[in-house]
Each structure stands twice: as C-alpha cells, then as structure tokens.
C-alpha cells in the first residue's frame, strides 16, 4: 500500500497446526485450523468452507495459498464469500476514499482476510462461511485456467482470543546502513509523537532493541518503489535475514514487533505519470506480518533525504503512525483522522478515530500486557 503525503486477504476432516512463535507473557495460544486442500471450478472458484468462532473472539483471520506447483504471474487470490453467522456478508471493503493505494481486494501469491474491519460490530461467535477465488490480478474478474490441478489450494483460519490487560504494540525500528548514528538520534522526536497517536488510542507502544543492516544492501537511498522490480523486494529480503522465518510461516504473529524501516527517503516510480517522493509506504499484509511468507514493514523518510529537521518530529511521527495503522489494518479515511490520505501539513490536530482506535485492537500485532 502506498501512501500519503506528508506524502506519503469440502476437505477432508480439519488438522490443528500450532503455532510455534514465542507469545508474549500471558498472551494464550493461537493455531492455524487446516481446512485441507481445495479444488477449484472452470471460474476458479472453490467450494464453500465452514469456520467455527467461538464466544469472546476478537478477530478472525482466514488465509489461502497454492499448494504445490506454479499458477500464471497473471492470477491473484481473493476471498470471495465471507459470511456471518447470520447469513450477513462481511467481506464488503470499507467506502473508498478515491485515494491512490488503498488495499487491493486481490493478492499475489495467497488471500489474507481478517475481521472484524474498522466499522464492523464485534466478531458474532458461530459457523462462519468462506470461500475463495483465482482472479485476474488488478482487476478481480474471474480467472478460467484450464489444466488446473485438482486440489490446488489450502485454506485455513485462526480465531484470536480476547485481549486480556493493557493493549500493547511493540515496535522495531530497522535502520538502513545510510543513516549513520547521528541520524538514528533525530528521529527520535518522530517516534515519540507516534507513540503518542497511539497512546490517545488506549495502545501501549513498547519500542524493542533496534536493527542495523548491515552492507552489503540494495541501494536505498533513494528507496525506490513501484510497479513490477523494486528495491522494497530486495530489502524485504534483507530484512528476513535479520528476521528469519519460514517460507510458509506457522506463525500467526502475535505479538511480533512491528518494523519500521528508516530510509534516506522513497521515490515512488509510476509507468507513465513519472516520480513522486513520499515520506511512508507500508507493504502491507492484512492482518500483519509473517503471515503469508515474507516480511511485511513499513518504510519511512523525509521528503529531501536530509536528515530530519528540529521542527519535523510531529509532521513525521503523523507518517509513521499512519503507515503503522496500515500494518495493523486500517484503510485510508477522512480527515482530520491520522489515516487521511493527505492530510493537512500545518500544525492542524490529527487522531485516529473512535472506530479506528477500536479496530487496531483487532490486530494479531496487539496482545494483552
């Protein structure tokens, strides 16, 4: 997702896979619940799935990825039937913004869906119902693919508990091998400031140990992003050598600090309509890191690729919190709200709304300190 100014998701019986992250203290165990694998039709469609939701759970999380074997660069997966208990639909994406960047509604490579959404009512314990799809990327008509395997996909879901004590995010900062030391330290206001936008939410951030990456790197100064190479690629894969996973990940990231990546500054590179500077992007995975098999982080910098200025703390901590609400699974909104698509650059008041502030607990990234 790039954003603003400031510029800136019938098998066979059900197996349980526990998951074997270490959770924070107090925070209960979570599992992924195995659905088996999937055929799909001439639409590339796949049989509906029955999810079970008991009482008192905060957020369900349902995934679906390739079994074995490659599918066309040109098919992406969506969850195309999310229904509640009651029959109600609840895959609708939340009103769009008319802003550039909001989440796509299909993926490469797997599905990720996790609800409740901002807006919606708590999660209704019961049967719920879920069924996926391979779609034209970019699009989202129906993919025919002829000579399909027969069970080509898996598809599986977790159920996280109730948030037990304060709601706490913990945090990392990654520092690219371009900001040296006296850089590292004029971010610090920066970070103060997101943390407050969090704070003013009921949200404990805890900052852990930072990383350094190390040469040799891609060139990131500037980062760049945009359609098909990108420099975020390989600096995603940069980073999961710092922070090693899977490649199909068991974990359901409860807990995992978020990464905040810091970079000399990002140039956001569109076929056809040229360069644009931001100073955040976040490659998001809904519902939150290390859970579809890479790293997802959220990328920050300044509009110059100076260092930051003594006046630039609030503007840039309104970045990092913004992009930080996209990790956690907030869309673009209206503003005055921190998750404006571009926002005000004077001192005008920014917060994250009443409804956003409930949904960022949803987040697997949140756990009960």
């Known amino acids: 997702m790039l954003c603003w100014l400031a510029c800136g998701e019938p098998g066979g019986p059900a197996a349980e896979a526990a998951i074997d992250a270490v959770s924070p203290p107090g925070d209960a165990a979570v599992a992924w619940r195995d659905h088996g694998t999937l055929p799909a039709d001439a639409d590339g469609l796949t049989p509906v799935v029955t999810v079970e939701v008991p009482?008192?759970?905060?957020?369900?999380?349902?995934?679906?990825?390739?079994?074995?074997?490659?599918?066309?660069?040109?098919?992406?997966?969506?969850?195309?039937?999310?229904?509640?208990?009651?029959?109600?639909?609840?895959?609708?994406?939340?009103?769009?913004?008319?802003?550039?960047?909001?989440?796509?509604?299909?993926?490469?490579?797997?599905?990720?869906?996790?609800w409740p959404r901002i807006g919606d009512p708590p999660l209704a314990p019961g049967s719920w119902r879920v069924r996926g799809a391979l779609v034209s990327c970019g699009s989202g008509a129906a993919a025919r693919i002829d000579g399909l395997p027969h069970d080509v996909l898996r598809l599986e879901s977790a159920v996280l508990p109730e948030l037990v004590g304060v709601p706490s995010l913990r945090v990392r900062r990654v520092f690219a091998p371009e900001i040296d030391a006296a850089q590292q330290a004029r971010w610090d206001a920066a970070f103060a400031a997101a943390r407050r936008h969090f704070a003013d939410t009921g949200l404990a951030v805890e900052e852990v140990a930072p990383l350094h990456l190390a040469p040799p790197v891609p060139p990131l100064a500037p980062l760049q992003v945009g359609l098909g190479e990108s420099t975020v690629d390989a600096l995603a894969s940069v980073i999961d050598d710092h922070e090693p996973v899977e490649p199909i990940p068991t974990s359901v990231g409860v807990g995992d600090a978020a990464l905040v990546v810091v970079v000399p500054c990002i140039d956001r590179i569109t076929p056809g309509e040229g360069q644009t500077r931001l100073a955040g992007h976040a490659t998001r995975l809904p519902g939150g890191p290390r859970l579809a098999g890479r790293?997802?982080?959220?990328?920050?910098?300044?509009?110059?690729?100076?260092?930051?200025?003594?006046?630039?703390?609030?503007?840039?901590?309104?970045?990092?919190?913004?992009?930080?609400?996209?990790?956690?699974?907030?869309?673009?909104?209206?503003?005055?709200?921190?998750?404006?698509?571009?926002?005000?650059?004077?001192?005008?008041?920014?917060?994250?709304?009443?409804?956003?502030?409930?949904?960022?607990?949803?987040?697997?990234?949140?756990?009960?300190?």
């Open 55 to 114: 009482e008192g759970a905060r957020s369900l999380l349902v995934r679906m990825r390739p079994t074995e074997g490659q599918l066309p660069a040109s098919v992406c997966f969506a969850l195309t039937t999310v229904e509640g208990p009651d029959g109600s639909p609840w895959h609708a994406p939340p009103e769009p913004t008319g802003a550039a960047g909001d989440e796509p509604l299909d993926q490469t490579g797997y599905a990720l869906g996790q």
């Open 295 to 369: 790293a997802s982080f959220v990328v920050v910098g300044t509009s110059t690729c100076e260092p930051p200025g003594d006046g630039d703390g609030e503007a840039l901590g309104r970045v990092i919190a913004h992009e930080l609400g996209h990790l956690l699974g907030l869309p673009h909104s209206a503003p005055p709200s921190v998750m404006a698509p571009s926002p005000n650059a004077s001192a005008d008041p920014v917060a994250f709304t009443a409804a956003e502030a409930a949904a960022l607990r949803v987040s697997p990234l949140v756990f009960g300190r």
